[in-house]
């Protein structure tokens, strides 16, 4: 069982900088595919971003080149740096983690979920 817990969500200004945190807990942290969906107010879920266990990185176009994730396997944590956020980028966003390799650059198998963290960007 992996239990994840996102932090660092709040209301910013479009132009602003937020870095949005997930601990989770599990010995095999370092193993797997990690990363962040978001779901806007009466949409779906959408992929954001992705890190493997060798640190590759996988973006939306929507958010390349203005959103960067990273990981630091030695305290569980994976990070989401966004930089120059648009009212568009209002959502929920969730940590996810993923075993399988079903098309884990865009964590489309997640196993588990976080709770959320909301970000609000007003323009």
């Known amino acids: 069982q992996v239990q994840l817990v996102e932090s660092g969500g709040g209301l910013v200004q479009a132009g602003d900088s937020l870095s949005l945190s997930c601990a989770a807990s599990?010995?095999?942290?370092?193993?797997?595919?990690l990363g962040w969906v978001r779901q806007a107010p009466g949409k779906e879920r959408e992929f954001v971003a992705a890190i493997t266990q060798s640190d590759s990185t996988y973006y939306a176009d929507s958010v390349k080149g203005r959103f960067t994730i990273s990981r630091d396997n030695a305290k569980n944590t994976v990070y989401l740096q966004m930089n120059n956020v648009k009212p568009e980028d209002t959502a929920v966003y969730y940590c996810?983690?993923?075993?399988?390799?079903?098309?884990?650059?865009?964590?489309?198998?997640?196993?588990?979920w976080g709770q959320g963290t909301q970000v609000t960007v007003s323009s």
């Open positions: 996810a983690h993923q075993r399988g390799s079903y098309g884990y650059t865009q964590l489309r198998q997640p196993d588990y």
């Open positions: 599990g010995r095999t942290f370092a193993f797997y595919t």
